[in-house]
């Protein structure tokens, strides 16, 4: 949803401006992969494809994501299944390539698209989605976007995950990284729902196999599951398929093994104005949101139905935007009254409302087309466990008001967030942030090359004075709570922009970091999956 305004922003402004019990457990517990083999022995559905630079497809291939990286591979593997993924890893490991693997090319960083990476592996021809009857779970192949998921769930059960809102990103990393989006505070991260991964790693002999991992207790590979559960996507090897199944669902009825989306969602956009707006009323709409995430942070509370992003802007792009749903329910209304009247309190300008009943499944593929790969990006990233300090609003009001940087499109936007994600113990999952009531995302788009160091210093001071307390960064504490490895920053590495001390997988992974270090030295013992924001061999 907040990618959808997001884009938005970027082209209306900076274009203008530039199993029940142990039995039911065995009877789940996934089987090994079949080396060959598509999924129940179909035959792959094309490929493997080897695409060299010159190649015609070669130029679509290498500049799928952020347009600040452009790849230059010796080739790209185009696969479709995952035997495909373990000859080419193998063929890699062999050549002594440096791999690095595509599922949506949605990466804010050059982790894909890096000088240094000699093969890269797209999972676009990995899209399947459908039920697997012996694990009574549901399989979603790497490759498929966001969007598929969530049709082929629906259509077919009933169900759905709670993951983001943009419907073109790839389920390979957005999952690795936790996942988050609309139903999150009603049912959790989608690493929550996890069940099982497959995963094509390299071993000590530089071999590459297929493992598959559960959270079952007993299975011996339990831990390279939990890895994926928010330790990031690129780290202990190449996922290919995962496997879903809610905590607790038992029985053999599919369409009661995930959650059900609700039937309808009233769909929101509010704008309160600039103009008018002084230093006062925009601390004073940043202060209330913040309030109202923390007076709303209960799991099961009727207002986890209410999912909202507000979207803080630069002076020139004209409006701060609030956007977000009410998922089903006949007092939708009466739940977006109070939090708009919430927000609104003191602001001093009146803001323009528009709201649309949507049925849920059309509702969250809204934002297909154009997805922002256009442009020129940087985006930081932070948790809250309560609202701005006073001191960050000032900052924030300082680097959206600035006179001397006319850029529309750069932002502060602040997610609510808690509810039945906090309801997880942080050791659960490999996403150690689980007492946050918002997230927060930086973002700044521009097109031109020669404007790069412009905007990447807007944005990094931006950032360093929001944390000015802390070194510059979200250290955990009070207040703040880290950061979202989904949203990678090269910059929380660099002892320039990082002066806190605080080591930047501390941020990202808090106390988990050390059990990712195991997880990733027995897995990728060689480092053959490595970016630069990758955990280290322990």
Same mark, same amino acid.
């Given at each position: ?6 884009? =938005? ?31 129940d ?39 479709? *299944? ?18 690095a693997? %595509? ?6 960083? =050059?982790f ?28 979603? #192949? ?22 983001? &809102? ?15 989006? +609309? ?15 497959e ?41 290919t %398929? ?34 008018g ?17 923390? %007076? ?16 803080? *802007? ?19 209304? %009466? ?20 709201? #649309? ?5 059309? *509702? ?17 990233a ?13 900052a924030?009001y ?5 006179t ?8 502060? &936007? ?48 931006f ?12 250290? &955990?504490?009070d207040?703040?709570?880290?950061s979202?490895?989904?949203? +990678? ?34 897995? =990728? ?14």
């Open positions: 949803m907040i990618e959808h305004r997001r884009r =938005d922003l970027l082209r209306a402004t900076a274009i203008t401006a530039v199993a029940a019990g142990t039995a039911a457990h065995q009877l789940h517990r996934p089987a090994p992969a079949v080396a060959g083999r598509a999924v022995g179909c035959p792959a559905p094309f490929g493997p494809v080897a695409v060299g630079p010159d190649d015609p497809r070669y130029p679509d291939l290498v500049r799928r994501g952020n347009r600040r990286f452009v790849g230059t591979p010796d080739q790209v593997r185009v696969v479709g *299944s995952t035997e495909q993924v373990r000859a080419a890893v193998q063929a890699g490991v062999r050549a002594g390539q440096r791999i693997v %595509r599922s949506g090319g949605h990466c804010f960083e =050059d894909v698209d890096n000088p240094q990476v000699q093969m890269i592996i797209d999972l676009s021809g990995m899209t399947g989605v459908h039920y697997d009857p012996l694990r009574a779970a549901f399989v979603v #192949e790497a490759g498929a976007t966001l969007g598929e998921v969530y049709r082929r769930l629906y259509l077919g059960w009933g169900v759905t995950l709670p993951g983001g &809102s943009c419907p073109g990103v790839g389920a390979g990393g957005h999952v690795a990284g936790g996942g988050y989006g +609309p139903l999150s505070r009603l049912h959790g991260l989608v690493v929550d729902h996890l069940y099982a991964v995963v094509v790693t390299v071993d000590r002999t530089g071999t590459a196999r297929t493992v598959v991992a559960s959270r079952e207790p007993d299975d011996p590979n339990r831990e390279l599951w939990w890895a994926h559960t928010g330790g990031g996507g690129g780290n202990f090897g190449i996922v %398929r995962y496997w879903f199944r809610s905590p607790g669902a038992t029985g053999d009825d599919p369409s009661r093994l995930l959650p059900r989306p609700p039937a309808s969602v009233l769909t929101f956009t509010v704008q309160w104005p600039w103009q707006m002084d230093e006062r009323g925009f601390a004073r709409l940043a202060r209330n949101f913040g309030d109202w995430c923390t %007076r709303h942070r209960a799991a099961g509370a009727p207002s986890a139905r209410l999912y909202a992003e507000l979207l803080l *802007s630069r002076r020139p792009a004209g409006n701060h935007t609030l956007v977000g749903q009410v998922a089903g329910g006949a007092d939708g209304t %009466r739940l977006l009254d109070e939090h708009i009247a919430a927000l609104g309190a003191g602001v001093g300008v009146a803001p323009v409302r528009t709201q #649309e009943v949507l049925p849920w499944l059309t *509702s969250a593929l809204r934002g297909n087309g154009d997805d922002g790969k256009q442009w020129r990006l940087k985006t930081k932070g948790y809250l466990r309560r609202g701005l300090t006073d001191r960050q609003i000032a924030a300082h680097h959206l008001t600035r001397d940087y006319a850029n529309p499109a750069g932002s502060l &936007s602040l997610n609510t967030y808690g509810g039945q994600i906090n309801a997880v113990p942080s050791a659960a999952t490999a996403t150690v942030q689980r007492d946050s009531v918002i997230k927060l995302f930086y973002l700044v788009g521009w097109a031109d090359p020669a404007e790069d160091a412009r905007h990447l210093g807007w944005i990094r001071e950032y360093r004075d929001m944390y000015a307390d802390t070194g510059g960064v979200p250290v &955990s504490g207040v703040n709570d880290g979202y490895i989904n949203y +990678p920053d090269v910059d929380l590495a660099d002892p320039a922009w990082n002066t806190s001390g605080v080591p930047w997988y501390s941020l990202y992974y808090g106390a988990n970091y050390p059990r990712l270090r195991r997880v990733k030295a027995r897995w =990728d013992p060689r480092n053959v999956f490595r970016h630069g924001l990758s955990v280290q061999p322990g």
